[in-house]
């Protein structure tokens, strides 16, 4: 039936070469609607319980999204005239930003002081400040006294040497069409930047904070597109003429791998999936996955032409041997990319989704755009059995000669390499997501070295009644959690209201040190409160610490750079503290994007183990079924199983930090990997089959007729995924490295491994075939299988 299937799809061959592309390029137009991600929510599902827990406390007070402008002086001093000047000058043009709904800096600072009876509060630097006169010297003095010794501008604002400051502005984008507003902001805050350091040439500024990181996931995105894509494009192009050395050959396959990319970068339009770096980068999945069903339809096509076949039966001859495993390689491959469903990332859902619709599509062109192309298309080659098959025939004799030894050796080497896995680690640093030589990534470490920290946790510590933060009890027990916070090594600075109240206690008794402390009543507590939210200015209200009906208090941790295991530990220590050692009413975990960050990988990893096996199992059944036995089923296992896990043992040594990007590899390469013994297999099933080779003549002839197809499509997808090594977003070149590693341990397997399995497994069957095959003649033995064939 599949003889006549294809017999009709060559009778109608402009007819169907029309309408294939047709669709993939009508399909294709979606592609213009696809939306750059530019928020790091975007990998967290809406219902990820540590992500509602972050939007209840940011509802609660206001959202923490920060866009910071870091300014540097060239002197080293933030305390001169000149760069103070610059500092008033960028809060007051950074509120003109879009979106900015509040600006901090060491300028607006709400500095208080007592003048007789009356508390003062005021912004600790304005202009009439900086009026050159006499008191200059002593007004500038005065200023870096408060501002380094104020706890909450050191380590916040202003670095602890007063050579670093930053104006920190809160972002509140309304979301309706992220492409666009954070696109825009950034783009202000450069032209801000640029106008700043024209007119105060002795300070350098820099861009940073979350909302500089998500805009990073864009450009990098973006980058990826314009740079990676067309590199892949032309690995292919190169790879395609040395292993086909025919032009047409190389165009209807080129055409094939566009039409595919097309199809599913327009589904991703249609369906609105978001662009995000992962989603952005199936693309080059796709383009190296399709060649791979290309280049066995073609390469066989080549071989039967070479042995004198008509084209149109060689065409018809190549459809019908490589029907089933090429159904069966791409029907693997969709299964293992569509593991990814039980990722908890977002991003890794659509991933694969959108490589298992490109992976299809692929299929089914290779199956029919691609013949008709070749049989439109003039095609000559070379009558005879090429270089690359003797070549292949000479490293299957050597194999099949010493295949005890080399199985031996190579089952030592997978124990060996699976035995490292242990020294993997489950880790993230979600900064390092991003290349250093991006901006946002630069930016953020100068941020880290020379300010602050770049790691939160949060708190919103409940005091169990309306204005019960006024109640000495529950400020005395915040102060302690404060203070244990201090304690740690991890903490780099805390942010918390109490050391307002503090501050408040001291002005109103005199300035007198000794009264820095909590007020001892709820009445005096209260009255400070209410006095000092009197005295401020608009836009700098309490809103972002304390809540409305002033039940509770905001705690903003700011830590040193931390790992999701140290980070998630951490956590758990101080929520523990928090529970032993303060009321019911004040426990609560502590949260952040951060927190959400590192549970998410953590989870991502169980996820993944359950959809693995998932799919395992699936793609075992499959090949049982479609190979006809349960023996060789059970067999593929172990080459199926066991690049992904010399993969990781190979990592252990390269890196040895698993991520939340690293995860979904084995879900990915699972379907990739079983292609080779897919293809390996069903060639030596139909040599003993329906041409009754004993096992090691079998070996021979898989080597024969699909080892070139083999060792072409792993150099093409090795080649292909190593372009995402140089992806600015590190969570692909991580994935690319690991990828090609473990579709390179797959062709090694399954060449030096699988034959040994075979022919140890198959030893008792009966034998039959010509001397000729037992020959270590090269010559004598091409002859002999041509005339099998």
Known sequence: MSVSFFDQVLKWKYLIAILMLGISFAVGSGAKDIKLATDYRIFFAEDNPYLLKFDELEKIYTKVDALMLLISPKDGDIFTQNTLEAVLETTDKVWQLPFVIRTDSISNYQYTEVDEDDLLVEDLVMYEDLEAGDGLASQLADIRRVALNEPLLVKRLISEKGDVTAVAATINMPGIDQAKELPSLIAAARALEKELESKYPNIEIRLSGNQSMNNAFAEASRSDLTTLFPITFLVIIVGLWVFYHNLNAMIATLIVIISSISFAFGMIGWLGIPGT?????????????????????????????????????????????????????????????????????????????????????????????????????????????????????????????????????????????????????????????????????????????????????????????????????????????????????????????????????????????????????????????????????????????????????????????????????????????????????????????????????????????????????????????????????????????????????????????????????????????????????????????????????????????????LSETTIILVLGFSVLIFSTFVMNADNGLLTSITIAMALIVDFLFLPGLLIMVDKKSSKRFCKSCETSDTAELITGIQKES
Request: charged share 15%; net charge negative; glycine share 6%.
């Open 277 to 709: 770096p992962p989603v952005l980068n199936s693309g080059i999945m796709i383009m190296t996955l399709a060649v791979a069903d290309c280049l066995h339809v073609t390469t066989t096509f080549f071989y039967q032409l070479g042995i004198g076949q008509e084209k149109r039966k060689a065409i018809v001859e190549s459809l019908r041997i490589n029907l089933q495993p090429v159904l069966l390689t791409s029907l693997t491959t969709v299964i293992g990319f569509l593991s990814l469903n039980f990722a908890e990332g977002p991003p890794f859902r659509d991933l694969g989704n959108v490589v298992a619709i490109g992976v299809t599509v692929a299929f089914v062109l290779s199956l029919t755009l691609l013949p008709v192309l070749l049989l439109i298309l003039p095609i000559k080659v070379k009558d005879g059995v090429s270089t690359e098959s003797r070549l292949m025939l000479i490293f299957a004799d050597w194999v099949i000669k010493h295949n005890r030894r080399l199985f031996n050796a190579s089952a030592v080497v997978i124990l060996v390499l699976v035995s490292l896995i242990p020294l993997n680690e489950l880790n993230d640093v979600w900064i390092e997501y991003f290349d250093e030589s991006m901006e946002a990534r630069q930016n953020l470490e100068y941020t880290r070295e020379n300010l602050t920290g770049v790691n939160t946790l949060q708190y919103s510590l409940g005091s169990g009644e309306a204005n019960g933060i006024n109640d000495p009890e529950y400020l005395v027990n915040v102060e302690k959690f404060a203070d244990w916070f201090e304690l740690q090594p991890e903490t780099y600075h805390v942010n918390i209201y109490t050391t307002v109240l503090k501050k408040l206690n001291q002005n109103l008794n005199q300035d007198n040190p000794e009264y820095y402390r909590l007020p001892k009543n709820r009445e005096l507590a209260a009255q400070y409160n209410l006095l000092y939210e009197l005295s401020l200015p608009q836009g700098l209200d309490l809103n972002n610490q304390i809540n409305v009906d002033k039940s509770a208090m905001r705690m903003v941790v700011t830590l040193h750079q931390l790992s999701t295991k140290e980070m998630l530990t951490f956590e758990q220590k101080a929520t523990a503290w928090l529970k032993e050692n303060t009321p019911e009413y004040m426990h609560n975990e502590g949260t952040g994007s951060d927190i959400i960050f590192a549970h998410l990988g953590m989870s991502n990893v169980t996820s993944m183990l359950g959809g693995t096996t998932i799919a395992l199992f699936l793609i075992s059944i499959i090949l049982m079924v479609a190979l006809r036995s349960a023996k060789y089923g059970f067999v593929s296992l172990i080459p199926n199983l066991a690049p992904a896990a010399m993969g990781f043992g190979i990592w252990a040594l390269v890196s040895a930090r698993v991520g939340m990007g690293q995860s979904v590899i084995i879900g990915m390469t699972l379907g990739i990997v079983v292609d080779d013994t897919v293809h390996f297999l069903s060639k030596y099933l139909r040599a003993r089959r329906e041409q009754g080779m004993d096992a090691k003549a079998a070996v021979r002839y898989s080597f024969e007729t699909v080892g070139v197809a």
